[in-house]
């Protein structure tokens, strides 16, 4: 077959999108105006949180009937993570529970996200294995939360794939589309009367192309040429499913919501000025985000761009199809609009640029047609291109405002990884929080994007995937070298905690902003020239009334780095 036209971007001239307004309202703000800080608050019903996740702080992999996973697996086989680490005990968090139950009233959160073991409720995937004694432990995870008035936001699959399912093929069998909903059917009917927020998968990027692209994760298939496409598509058909089953079976009497926690870094084009530039850095967000999102949020189908770029890599590489599979009419009807609220996880902001990929071998990651890079003026972090970028998340914000319909947005993840050595104080998160909540605020507070909620990443330090034991997110830092693994508050929960007490960051009141500066020795009656000159011999009172500050929505001071 001859291929009829070159695999090239999209005309330059043009963002195939209506998120090109993104660009054009951001494309005039210096790097200093984009760091400028803002004043404000959210509205009262706003969801704070803290998240986990099962494999990263559970333990018990083969307690009271549990069993074992792909990580289970993966972790165990001498050096696949750094230093041999596993999450064999972690947290120890199902033997500890009261402890995490304190660490979260403590903090005052709203929300707790957590996900579920499938392998602890299902030990070989499937409803015949059902055992008791996981779904006793998530009912008293659930029923303590609620005891102190914290909402449970469950994940019902956060990477963990029971190893028996990975053994029928895993994620790329079509069959795991139902044996997944009848997982989650029992799950809305155990737990659904108490739970009242769902999320089919954490990532389905990250499970798809890290997993069964890259193989850098488990199941660790290595095949980029057509399984992300794959899995992706039963992902996606699958979350679809499990959002049906909810809607037919039990909204009406328990009245919930679902959704998935899509991943995404915002891309930053290299040159605002330059077209292709921009078509590239919207092409970046439609191959992460958009695989999943433009389906669910929008007509039920994949983007243009991804459709385009495909098919005519696939042309030219002289096959009769496209590697991206196509949805039928009935599918896409059915896929679109599974999700009551929009679900992302966001951590960093990446440069992109046009670039015009090769052929061979075939590949996801070449079928895009960009190439990314660091934004090198921002801080980086203890996991290696994954700088803190705090101008992206509102950035980010706004493109999904404009591109899915304005829907209410929880921001599911984020947060930032230090060296596992970091005990209590860790300035660095406490200035993630600070400048990346900030971006959320301005986003709700300027732009009038529906933020609904902030989950941070995460409640305490855990097992970290590929990263083990060496880097931490946590709010509070859990010494794994002792076998009670004792948990400590580190000084980002301290300002987390006063973060949600604030509900943001409210206009200082007059009486925070007076300032005395008081001599140190009384005044004399009369002074000389010399001496009323110096400062250490004057008294003066500060006032600044409320009524002296800029309106609240250009209320902006530059916020200081740490030290």
């Known amino acids: 077959m001859q291929p009829t036209h070159r695999a090239t971007a999209l005309s330059p001239s043009e963002v195939p999108s209506k998120s090109k307004v993104v660009w054009e309202k951001f ?85 707790y996200r957590f996900s579920l073991s499938w392998s602890r409720i299902f030990p070989d995937g499937r409803r015949t294995s059902l055992n008791q004694k996981g779904v006793d432990y998530y009912n008293r995870l659930i029923d303590g939360l609620l005891a102190h008035n914290i909402t449970p936001m469950v994940t019902l699959y956060h990477w963990d794939l029971p190893q028996a399912l990975h053994n029928l093929g895993g994620w790329a069998n079509v069959e795991m ?161 599974t999700a009551d609220m929009f679900c992302v ?19 996801y990651e070449y079928d895009r047609d960009f190439s990314e890079a660091e934004e090198s003026d921002s801080p980086s972090t203890a996991i290696d291109k994954q700088r803190a970028v705090a101008w992206g998340l509102r950035r980010l914000l706004n493109w999904i405002k404009e591109e899915y319909g304005d829907p209410e947005i929880y921001i599911t993840e984020n947060g930032v990884a230090t060296d596992s050595k970091t005990t209590w104080d860790d300035p660095a998160r406490v200035f993630y929080y600070k400048t990346y909540i900030d971006e959320a605020l301005k986003a709700y507070d300027i732009d009038g994007v529906k933020v609904k909620g902030y989950i941070a990443t995460s409640l305490m330090d855990s097992f970290e995937w590929l990263n083990g034991y060496k880097v931490g997110f946590g709010l509070h830092h859990v010494d794994f070298t002792n076998p009670n693994r004792p948990r400590t508050p580190k000084y980002s929960a301290h300002f987390y905690y006063q973060v949600i007490k604030d509900n943001g960051f ?36 500060l006032r600044v009334s409320r009524n002296q500050f800029p309106s609240r929505h250009s209320a902006l001071h530059r916020g200081s780095q740490p030290d």
């Not at 001599?519 to 009656?525: C, D, K, N, S």
Request: aromatic fraction near 12%; hydrophobic fraction near 35%; proline fraction near 6%.
């Open 506 to 541: 409210p206009i200082p009141d007059d009486d925070k902003i007076e300032r005395k500066i008081r001599t140190t020795v009384p005044l004399p009656t009369t002074m000389t020239k010399k001496q009323l000159h110096k400062p250490e011999n004057v008294s003066v009172t």
């Open 345 to 363: 996880n966001h951590y960093t902001t990446k440069i992109a640029r046009h670039a015009t990929l090769r052929l061979s071998p075939k590949s």
């Open 177 to 337: 589309i139902d044996i997944f909903n009848d997982f989650c059917d029992f799950c809305f009917a155990t737990f659904g009367d108490r739970v009242k927020f769902w999320m089919t998968f954490n990532q389905p990027y990250t499970i798809a192309w890290s997993g069964y692209g890259l193989g850098e994760i488990p199941p660790n298939i290595k095949n980029p040429a057509t399984a992300p496409y794959t899995v992706a598509h039963n992902l996606i058909k699958a979350h679809a499913t499990a959002y049906h089953t909810y809607d037919d079976k039990y909204r009406k009497s328990q009245g919930g919501l679902v959704s998935i926690a899509l991943s995404a870094d915002w891309f930053e084009p290299k040159d605002v000025n330059v077209p292709r530039e921009v078509v590239a850095a919207d092409r970046a967000l439609q191959f992460q985000l958009g695989w999943f999102a433009h389906p669910i949020f929008k007509n039920g189908d994949y983007p243009d761009a991804m459709k385009w770029q495909v098919g005519n890599k696939s042309e030219l590489q002289r096959l009769s199809e496209s590697r991206l599979p196509s949805f039928t009419e009935e599918e896409k009807s059915f896929i679109r609009g």
């Open 27 to 111: 494309s005039h703000q210096s790097k200093f105006q984009r760091k400028l800080y803002h004043y404000g608050t959210f509205p009262q019903d706003f969801n704070w949180g803290v998240s986990s996740s099962a494999y990263q702080i559970e333990g018990a992999w083969n307690a009271d009937g549990k069993g074992a996973s792909v990580w289970d697996t993966f972790s165990q086989k001498p050096g696949s993570i750094p230093a041999n680490a596993n999450g064999d005990v972690a947290c120890d968090s199902y033997y500890r529970l009261d402890e995490d139950l304190y660490m979260l009233r403590a903090l005052r959160v709203k929300s």
